[in-house]
């Protein structure tokens, strides 16, 4: 029910400014800083914020940030390092081999001494308004780096190029079962809203997109297919999916939550998105109601497009700039459990999981050649699948 609040009134809002599309609402998390690597990661995350929001397209180029003044004043070097830290809540146990991803050892930086190089102090005539660190956020800064390198001096390269650095998941039948609640409220939708309700069964949901299936039922029924009437079949599309869902009898597939903490567990975890034909708000709904939303940073939706594969292009895109880095197909992996799922993920060369627990056979899901399948996630060792 919050999420279809925040909808609403974020439409209101852009309405009045005349800013369609524009993100109101943000999630927020309130973090207590318990280790060194946390205070780092919180600094790549307040330097990046105005890029994620696409304020402006580098993070330097925001005016009220202390990133264009950190990338003046740090080594190139320092500059780079962190900019790789993530800031996911696996952090504080991963980061330091993240670290590690490109670079040469930890042991060789160290002796170049070029992540203690930081912090140098501005010339007030070379960029005038300029505020000056104080000498206590300094020491405090150079403390952190001292420590994170004097910890990672033994540390050994570790090679990203053939590691899984983004994993896309499908939701329907691969993440959760949620007793039909999403086929349910588009029945419901089509009844009340436009009086349709002959040649329902036709419709077949496994592996397709929301929007695709709202025009095969609107041509059937011969209703425009304008935006007008999409807008109104999924205005009242995630009320009716927020109720049912609540009714339903509903389940995680099995080893989900399993397979999650694996991959968190890894050296170098990769990032988590969603990769599904789900419009965006219904996908938050249905994960909402599994604690399952949080889990992921990025994704792609039906909102980007009714082919898949172009859905996949998006996430695909938005992976690579949360990460700072273009991804080729090889460091992808999307998880499906349908053949629709796998012909997607084709379309961007991506390595495919394909798991037995919604829309098919294992047999029939092997006969579409996926990199790995499975009956479901717990079957899987994680190390294996992402490098």
């Given at each position: 029910m919050l999420s279809v609040l925040h909808v609403k009134t974020a439409e209101w809002v852009n309405k009045l400014d005349n800013a369609p599309g524009r993100q109101v609402w943000h999630n927020f998390w309130d973090t207590?800083?318990?280790?060194?690597?946390?205070?780092?990661?919180?600094?790549?995350?307040?330097?990046?914020?105005a890029v994620k929001h696409d304020l402006v397209p580098v993070a330097s180029q925001y005016p009220w940030c202390s990133a264009g003044w950190f990338e003046r004043t740090a080594s190139p070097a320092m500059v780079k390092a962190i900019s790789r830290f993530k800031f996911d809540?696996?952090?504080?146990?991963?980061?330091?081999?993240?670290?590690?991803?490109?670079?040469?050892?930890?042991r060789g930086l160290a002796h170049s001494k070029t992540l203690r190089e930081i912090v140098a102090r501005p010339d007030p005539r070379q960029h005038p308004g300029v505020r000056r660190p104080s000498a206590a956020f300094e020491r405090t800064l150079r403390t952190l780096i001292d420590s994170f390198i004097d910890s990672?001096?033994?540390?050994?390269?570790?090679?990203?190029?053939?590691?899984?650095?983004?994993?896309?998941?499908?939701?329907?039948?691969?993440?959760?079962?949620?007793?039909?609640?999403?086929?349910?409220?588009?029945?419901?939708?089509?009844?009340?809203?436009?009086?349709?309700?002959?040649?329902?069964?036709?419709?077949k949901f496994a592996g397709r997109t929301d929007v695709s299936l709202v025009r095969e039922f609107f041509e059937f029924h011969k209703i425009p297919a304008t935006p007008a009437n999409f807008e109104r079949f999924f205005d009242q599309y995630v009320f009716w999916l927020d109720h049912i869902l609540a009714m339903s009898k509903t389940e995680t597939c099995p080893g989900v939550w399993e397979f999650i903490y694996d991959v968190r567990a890894l050296p170098n975890p990769p990032l988590l998105g969603l990769l599904t034909g789900n419009i965006r708000l219904g996908a938050e709904i249905k994960l909402r109601h599994f604690d399952l939303w949080n889990v992921f940073e990025t994704g792609g939706f039906a909102d980007d497009s009714e082919d898949r594969g172009a859905i996949a292009a998006a996430a695909c895109e938005r992976g690579s700039r949360v990460l700072g880095e273009t991804l080729s197909g090889d460091q992808v992996l999307v998880i499906?459990?349908?053949?629709?799922?796998?012909?997607?993920?084709?379309?961007?060369?991506?390595?495919?999981?394909?798991?037995?627990?919604?829309?098919?056979?294992?047999?029939?899901l092997v006969g579409t050649r996926p990199d790995w399948a499975a009956e479901d996630l717990r079957r899987i060792n994680v190390a294996e699948v992402c490098g």
């Amino acid at each position: 029910m919050l999420s279809v609040l925040h909808v609403k009134t974020a439409e209101w809002v852009n309405k009045l400014d005349n800013a369609p599309g524009r993100q109101v609402w943000h999630n927020f998390w309130d973090t207590r800083l318990t280790h060194q690597t946390s205070y780092l990661a919180r600094l790549n995350y307040v330097h990046q914020n105005a890029v994620k929001h696409d304020l402006v397209p580098v993070a330097s180029q925001y005016p009220w940030c202390s990133a264009g003044w950190f990338e003046r004043t740090a080594s190139p070097a320092m500059v780079k390092a962190i900019s790789r830290f993530k800031f996911d809540s696996s952090l504080c146990q991963t980061i330091s081999s993240r670290m590690q991803t490109g670079y040469k050892s930890a042991r060789g930086l160290a002796h170049s001494k070029t992540l203690r190089e930081i912090v140098a102090r501005p010339d007030p005539r070379q960029h005038p308004g300029v505020r000056r660190p104080s000498a206590a956020f300094e020491r405090t800064l150079r403390t952190l780096i001292d420590s994170f390198i004097d910890s990672q001096s033994n540390a050994t390269h570790l090679s990203s190029a053939a590691m899984i650095r983004l994993i896309l998941f499908d939701i329907d039948g691969t993440l959760v079962h949620t007793g039909g609640a999403g086929v349910k409220a588009f029945a419901k939708v089509f009844a009340t809203e436009f009086g349709a309700t002959d040649g329902f069964e036709r419709l077949k949901f496994a592996g397709r997109t929301d929007v695709s299936l709202v025009r095969e039922f609107f041509e059937f029924h011969k209703i425009p297919a304008t935006p007008a009437n999409f807008e109104r079949f999924f205005d009242q599309y995630v009320f009716w999916l927020d109720h049912i869902l609540a009714m339903s009898k509903t389940e995680t597939c099995p080893g989900v939550w399993e397979f999650i903490y694996d991959v968190r567990a890894l050296p170098n975890p990769p990032l988590l998105g969603l990769l599904t034909g789900n419009i965006r708000l219904g996908a938050e709904i249905k994960l909402r109601h599994f604690d399952l939303w949080n889990v992921f940073e990025t994704g792609g939706f039906a909102d980007d497009s009714e082919d898949r594969g172009a859905i996949a292009a998006a996430a695909c895109e938005r992976g690579s700039r949360v990460l700072g880095e273009t991804l080729s197909g090889d460091q992808v992996l999307v998880i499906g459990d349908t053949p629709l799922d796998i012909k997607c993920a084709r379309a961007v060369n991506a390595k495919v999981l394909a798991v037995a627990t919604g829309g098919a056979t294992l047999e029939e899901l092997v006969g579409t050649r996926p990199d790995w399948a499975a009956e479901d996630l717990r079957r899987i060792n994680v190390a294996e699948v992402c490098g």
